[in-house]
Each structure stands twice: as C-alpha cells, then as structure tokens.
C-alpha cells in the first residue's frame, strides 16, 4: 500500500526508519570512518544550479532513453545493495518487481539475501547481476555461470572492495553474520513487530547466492568464516579481462573515480562505467560522484556509456548528473528507503517519485527529451571554482581540476 502523504524520497526515508530495526537501517544510512564523502555525494549535486528556461513548448517531455541497448521509461537503474532483503522480507524480489514494472534495469547484488534463482522465478525478465572478485576464482567462475543460466542480461563488477571500509555504525550495532544478538539489537527487532513477523514467514534469511553454493559454506556461520577469507587485494585489471572472456553479455564496470582507470576499464573490455565512491562507504575522503564525472566523461567519450551513482535523490539529481556527461544514473539508498517503507510498493512509490521529478524539471529546464539533456542545463558551476559561466558553452561540462586532467582514453 501506497502511502498518500509522501511527497519525496525524505519522507520515505522517514517511514523506514521507524519500521526497519536499527542495525539494518544504519547499515544503509551510513558512511565509512567520518563520513565526509557520503556527505558530500548529496552537498555537491546541489551546488550545481539548473538553468531555467521558458517559453520553449514542453508539452510532449520524452523521460525514456536506452541503457546498454536496451529501452528504459528514464535514464535510471537500481544499483545493487547487499541485504536489501533484510529491510523487508524477500526485499530483493519485491524491489525487482517494482523495477521491472517501472520499465528500469534492477541489478540484484553478490551478497543479496534472496538468490539469482529466485529473482529469475519471481520476476521472469533479464536483470543485472553485480559480481565482485573473491579469492575462490572456481566459485566466481560458477557464479558467473549461474547468472548466465538465470537470464541476466549484464554483469556488473565492483572492483572498489578489495577491503572493507570501516562504518562506525555497524560496528557499534554490531552489525556482523550473523547479526551480534545483544540486548539492544534483540530489542531493536521487537520493536519491530511487523518486521518480526515478515522475516518469521519469509524461507530467505541468508545469503542466497552462496550459502550452498561455496566450497565450504552450509550456513550463515559458515559464511562468516568464507567472506572473511575473500577479500582479495590482489585484483587487477587481468581480473577484469578474465571476467570479460568469460561473460558473454554486457559488462559494467563500477567503483570508478578517476579518469585514468576509466580508461583502462574501457581497454579491459568494459561496455560501460559506473562513477562510483560506493555511496561513500569505502575510502572516505574521495571525490564525490558528480565532482569526479566531467572528467571521467570526457576521457572516455563515446567508447563505452557512463553511468552515476551516490548521492541521487530526486528528478533534479537525475538531471545535473545527465548535464555534466552520464548516460544514467544508479540509486541504491533512495530505492531501499522505498523497500524498508513499503515493500514492492514502497520502491514503485520511490520510482515514481523520481520520474515525476525528472520529468518536471526537464519541462522547467525547456528540455523535452532525455536523451538531450547536457550541458546547457546547468545554470551555475560552483563545484568548479576556475569555470564560470561565462565560459559555456565551450567547457560545458565543467573544466577538470589538475589532479583530473587527462585527454581521452587512446
């Protein structure tokens, strides 16, 4: 059930707080160590000022667009988020529900709670599937495997993990697998009720794609013990070509923040990049998304589609991401405020919220296509402080600072 007195993703975020147990909700609402790059993902997407436009007959707006060959109802998809599916029960299924019938991809995660198999049988059309490289190559090879078996339509490789960054909340929460059963968590999930009994009826409380499936790996302790051990510091680009001979489909590379490893994702086979500090929950004191995007964009040109996530949080979001060179963009905390609110219709509410958004700020922007939005919707660049706008539109897209100047990928 819808609920009629949301009128933006805050509100919605509101709502989950208060039915979402504590250690699963500050798993999502947080940041790695101070939390300045989170912070700022948000801080600096509004400091870029849209330019209105008038008079410019916007009665037919075009919100649609195409993201790696295929149609979608706006230039959006739903990033993978790992234990969506203790937000709600079976939340994977349910977000994925919502995506699809939205018209947007949904991209299930490696350490999702319900499993590559179940999103293929509940939803019955292609998603993405992220994919991280762990030690145990045999088990990725395999995982590989079964997303090409459950109908996924591209892989999405994370290579911004190779160790974990430290969230102060979750450790105070004692958020670990399985969760530290303390006095105040045990209290936190009472207080739940609903939540309680959603999770007692649901079969889908552990890690669905590889508890069962790893060497090893029987329950959720098991599983304690394997991820311990995969962190893998020794990833390198070999990786990624590995990956990519060995998948067949599209390939999206994400965790990308400089213009340089752009343009080697591109040489390792990459169709497209994904603008990412992991919603500044790995190395805090990074760029943010949108600071790092010009110059991204720019190095990789036409050679492969970019993409955005971190901090998007409304249609206008979706719209200064597109001015300053991505293709889409990706939402992960703003569709699982959705989820912890509402279940399937909780995230359908966050889509439509985001496209009615998008939408109204294009026809305010005197832009009636998707497709056409650049630069010159972008009134102000205060994130650039050595561009102003008396330079457009010959650097549109917002001069690089030196630490970012690179010229395109050879």
Known sequence: MKHPAVTCIDDLQRIARRRVPRIFYDYVDS???????????ARDLSRLTLRQRVARNVADIRTGTTLLGNGASMPLALAPAGLAGMLHPDGEILAARAAAAAGVP????????CALEDIARHVGQPFWFQLYIMKDRAFIARLIDRARAAGCSTL???????I????HKDIRNGLAVPPRLTVGNLLAMLSRPRWCVGMLRTPRRTFGNIVGHADGVSDT???A???SRQFDRTVDWDDVRWVRDRWQGKLVVKGILDPEDACLAVQAGADAIVVSNHGGRQLDGAPSSIRALPAIAQAVGDRAEVLMDGGIRSGQDIVRALALGARGVMIGRAYLYGLGAGGQD???????LLRKEFESTMALCGITAADAIDADAIASYRLFPSLSTADAPAMRLGEPEPAYRLSACS
Do not use: H, K, M
């Not at 940041?31 to 993902?41: F, K, L």
């Not at 909780?346 to 439509?352: E, P, R």
């Open 221 to 223: 302790y098991g599983f």
């Open 31 to 41: 940041g790695s160590w101070t939390e300045a790059t989170y912070r700022a993902n």
């Open 156 to 162: 999405v490789l994370t290579l911004d993990l190779p």
């Open 106 to 113: 949904f991209t299930l995660s490696t350490v999702s709670i």
């Open 164 to 167: 974990q960054g430290q969230r």
């Open 346 to 352: 909780g995230v359908t509410q966050c889509l439509d």
């Open 225 to 227: 013990d394997w991820v």
